[in-house]
């Protein structure tokens, strides 16, 4: 048998029987890009990331996707990964939205994220349980940070959206308890760039000037409606955390219902179940304060009154033992009169008995007896002068004595009171009356006043209801005061 021949086309030569393309390693690289990106243009991955370190310097992501039988590359590219609603955390599970294509030179295939959420409820849980564990552990929720609300602040700082029902809920109850101005700085609080808005709006109004042309809220809130935990996740940012807890003005959070807890919620300062109990912790009831004013003003008028009736039971009480004058000064002016008559007795005696020595001593003594005799009478007008003096000093010191008792009696007496703009009311009797209760309608009643008296008329049904009468006190009953 005779072999066949070799040639061109032949088996030999197998470049002449395959007609097939030669594709360059770029061709095919780009064509199993095109391929991939047109056929996975769209997709929605779950897993769990890994190797996730941050941001590159570029600003981009790099980290990988995984589960328990394979692995993928990710990538979010810087535009995106700032309009991230949620921010890949390692160890994450995700539902990442994006395309797949390819890196034609590793040739690896990826996807590229454009926008990214936590797998589930659970998956929000274990990651908000985390974060909050994280945050504590740095002292923020700490509770010797949180400051004490003023009692009534002047202005109400409200961080919300401009066109929900918090807003109102909040200006209607403050309207209803107690007005105060409401600055209001408008922000969305829900959505990608909604905690960067909350942030900013708190550190905006702790930025303010005291005093300023725009007025520094002395109080915050921070509100927003109830929703799912997806929707109030702005408030679990850590971006919105630090601004609260930052805040040097005290903050209220109002984020969601009472059963809704989030983390500025351990940051602020206090804590509302509802945007509408937060404007009830920020200012009292006005009305409430009208009447405790009301009871405290009462109160100091009837301890006003039972001090003045106090001082002037006491005055009475001194004025009773505080001697008359002329009893203060008669015995010290008997005495005088007494030494008085004594010095002239005795200065007569002491004449007749000098002149009879005089006689009898003759006229050469008589020098030296007139001496004594002037002597004596000097030293009997020392005397007298010196007498006079004491008793001017004893009557002096008498008077100013009751000079002071004059004042404290003058100090003490009603007239005084009168003249500070209060009123005596005498019924027909002359008697003081104490209260309104009792007091019969056409009874005649006198008013006076510092300048004068009134007389007037009970008009009817113008007194109370009759109410018990307390005891009078007794004039004399206790122990009587000390002499000032």
Avoid at 420 to 447: C, M, N
Wanted: hydrophobic content about 40%.
């Amino acid at each position: 048998m005779t072999p066949p021949e070799t040639g061109p086309g032949t088996a030999a030569n197998p470049a002449a029987t395959n007609n097939a393309h030669e594709f360059s390693v770029s061709e095919i690289s780009f064509a199993l890009k095109r391929t991939v990106e047109d056929t996975f243009g769209h997709v929605r991955v779950r897993g769990e990331v890994t190797g996730y370190r941050g941001p590159h310097s570029s600003g981009h992501c790099y980290f990988g996707l995984k589960d328990d039988k394979a692995r993928m590359d990710a990538v979010i590219w810087r535009g995106a990964f700032s309009k991230l609603r949620f921010k890949p955390e390692e160890g994450m599970e995700v539902i990442a939205t994006g395309k797949l294509t390819t890196y034609p030179g590793s040739s690896k295939y990826q996807i590229v994220i454009e926008h990214l959420e936590p797998a589930g409820v659970g998956a929000l849980m274990a990651l908000l349980e985390e974060r909050r564990k994280k945050l504590g552990a740095e002292g923020l929720f700490a509770p010797e940070r949180k400051r004490a609300l003023p009692y009534l602040p002047e202005v109400i700082g409200v961080v919300t959206s401009p066109t929900g029902a918090v807003i109102r809920d909040i200006l209607h109850r403050l309207q209803d308890r107690f007005p105060r101005r409401v600055l209001v700085w408008p922000v969305r609080v829900q959505g990608e760039t909604s905690a960067a808005e909350v942030a900013a709006a708190i550190r905006g109004f702790n930025a303010m000037t005291p005093g300023g042309a725009m007025p520094r809220p002395d109080v915050l809130i921070v509100a927003r409606g109830g929703g799912s935990i997806e929707d109030l996740w702005s408030f679990n940012e850590e971006v919105v955390v630090r601004a609260a807890a930052e805040s040097e003005i005290p903050l209220i959070s109002a984020v969601g219902h009472e059963t809704d807890t989030t983390l500025i919620d351990f940051a602020s300062d206090r804590r509302a179940p509802t945007p509408t109990a937060a404007a009830e912790m920020a200012v009292p009831v006005r009305a409430d304060l009208i009447a405790d004013l009301r009871d405290r003003a009462t109160r100091l008028m009837r301890a006003e009154t039972r001090l003045v009736e106090s001082a002037r039971t006491g005055l009475a009480g001194l004025a009773r033992g505080l001697p008359k004058l002329g009893d203060l000064v008669a015995l010290p002016r008997q005495r005088f009169d007494n030494a008085a008559d004594r010095l002239r007795g005795a200065l007569s005696r002491v004449t007749t008995v000098k002149r009879g020595e005089l006689h009898k001593a003759g006229a050469p003594s008589l020098a030296p007896i007139r001496r004594q005799i002037a002597e004596a009478r000097k030293r009997n007008a020392e005397m007298a002068t010196r007498a006079k003096q004491a008793e001017t000093r004893h009557l002096g010191d008498l008077g100013r004595r009751l000079d002071g008792a004059g004042k404290l009696l003058e100090s003490y007496s009603y007239q005084g009171v009168l003249k500070r703009g209060y009123a005596v009311v005498r019924d027909a009797q002359g008697r003081p009356v104490r209260a309104a209760a009792g007091q019969a309608a056409g009874a005649a009643l006198e008013i006076e006043f510092a300048d004068g008296r009134l007389g007037a008329v009970v008009a009817p049904g113008g007194a109370p209801k009759s109410q018990p009468k307390k005891p009078a006190p007794k004039k004399d009953g206790g122990k009587q005061g000390s002499l000032l």
